[in-house]
Structure formats: structure tokens, C-alpha cells
């Protein structure tokens, strides 16, 4: 059974470039969730997809921040200029939609470390 | 809005002894309401969820939390605990209707000593 992967795993970068995180959700699952998690805290909501459709973007999510899922299958999260602020740990997850109560499964995150 | 709390950062017990980490939640609406574990260097794992029916779930691995809607809590409890419990525990919940995204609680790192 593949689960949620990500990749890189773990990036470092200077401040002011580009990175960009790659996922791929489990093959059947329709929704796709991008979530950020800083040490000693939860995961925080950025934005999720119905298939290729954006649906919902959090406030966290600034204008340096775009994610594609251009096919409805993997799913790229951009960051742009990065700053020390955006190092965190990006978590990817994926669930079969239409109901709320679904699980939603999630990734071993990319850990971003901006120097 | 939905918030919630989870009352402590950190718990450590004793190998074999009960546990119990506390979860509160505020919402105006229904919600279904989840517990996550994640283990060092690892994404989260769905432990237990409850979305209707009897309010007390269990887990494969010996948790369980119970739903009590008055005091809007789901507290995860586990009547002896291994070293291998060691891990940060996050609950969370969503709404019934509408957009299936979670809110996390801020975590609660479980240490277990031998």
C-alpha cells in the first residue's frame, strides 16, 4: 500500500531563493491537503484541492506561496523569496473526498530550514 | 470559529502506569473530532476519530477517548503505557458539514520512563 510521499524530505536554502516541495497522494484520493507545522506546534491549514481545483486557501498562505495540482494527481507547493519565517515542516495529505468525516492521511513532511 | 486546546505540552509517566492527555474543543457547529500520533521525524498517523454512534473509540493499539459534547472534550486515555508510546499526540477536529479540513490542537509530547 503507497502512502503519502514527499520530496525532498529535507531542504536548506538561502534567503531569498526559490524552493519548491513536491507530493504525490495516495492513487484513488481525490483531495489533497498542503498543512505547515513549526516545532511545539500543529499542523496549520494552507490550502487544499479537489482534484486540480483549488478550493480554499488559508490567510497563511501569503502571495510568495502557490501550489498546483495540475492533473488532480501530484501536487507542487512553491515558496518564493524565502524568508527565515517560512522554515517549517511542510506536511502533504490526501483523502477519498465527499464525506467530512474521511481520514485524511498524511506524509513524513519536508522539513525547510531557511538560512 | 473552530479552536482547540490541548491542556498540556508535555506528560511524562512511568512504563505501565495510566495516562490521560486532555483535549477541549470550541466550535458553534458539529464537529467530527480525531486524534493524531506522530512519532520522531515522522508524518502523523491517525490514531482514533469519532463522527457519530457510541461516544467512546478505541484504538488498535490499546487508546481509546471517549466524546463528552457537555464539556466539549475527547480526552485520549490509555490504562498502561509502553515505551514505545513515546511519541506527540495532536487532536484535532473538522466540521460536519461543509469543507473537510482539520484543526489541530497544539500537541501533547508524551514521554514514557522505563
Known amino acids: 500500500d503507497t502512502g503519502v510521499s514527499q520530496d525532498p524530505r529535507h531542504k536548506i536554502t538561502k534567503r531569498g531563493q526559490n524552493v519548491t516541495f513536491r507530493c504525490d497522494p495516495i492513487?484513488?484520493?481525490?483531495?489533497l491537503y498542503w498543512y505547515r507545522q513549526t516545532l511545539g506546534q500543529g499542523p496549520e491549514f494552507l490550502t487544499y484541492?479537489?482534484?486540480?481545483?483549488?478550493?480554499?486557501k488559508s490567510r497563511l498562505l501569503s502571495d510568495r506561496f502557490s501550489a498546483e495540482r495540475p492533473k488532480g494527481s501530484f501536487s507542487t507547493l512553491e515558496i518564493q523569496r524565502t524568508e527565515q519565517g517560512d522554515s517549517a515542516m511542510y506536511l502533504c495529505a490526501s483523502s477519498l473526498g465527499g464525506l467530512s468525516g474521511n481520514t485524511i492521511y498524511f506524509g513524513e513532511g519536508s522539513w525547510l530550514t531557511v538560512v | 470559529a473552530q479552536s482547540v486546546t490541548q491542556l498540556d505540552s508535555q506528560v511524562p509517566v512511568f512504563e505501565e502506569a495510566p495516562v490521560e492527555l486532555r483535549c477541549n474543543y470550541s466550535?458553534?457547529?458539529?464537529?467530527?473530532l480525531f486524534w493524531y500520533v506522530q512519532y520522531p521525524n515522522q508524518g502523523l498517523q491517525l490514531l482514533l476519530k469519532?463522527?457519530?454512534?457510541?461516544?467512546l473509540v478505541e484504538s488498535i493499539n490499546g487508546f481509546e477517548a471517549e466524546f463528552n459534547k457537555s464539556q466539549t472534550s475527547f480526552h485520549l486515555r490509555k490504562p498502561s503505557v509502553h515505551i514505545s508510546d513515546t511519541a506527540e499526540y495532536f487532536c484535532?477536529?473538522?466540521?460536519?458539514?461543509?469543507?473537510?479540513?482539520?484543526?489541530f490542537g497544539q500537541g501533547t509530547r508524551l514521554t514514557i520512563n522505563p
Open positions: 469519532y463522527l457519530s454512534g457510541s461516544t
Open positions: 484535532a477536529v473538522s466540521w460536519v458539514q461543509g469543507a473537510q479540513k482539520l484543526v
Open positions: 484541492f479537489q482534484n486540480e481545483a483549488q478550493l480554499e
Open positions: 466550535s458553534s457547529v458539529s464537529v467530527y
Open positions: 492513487s484513488e484520493h481525490n483531495r
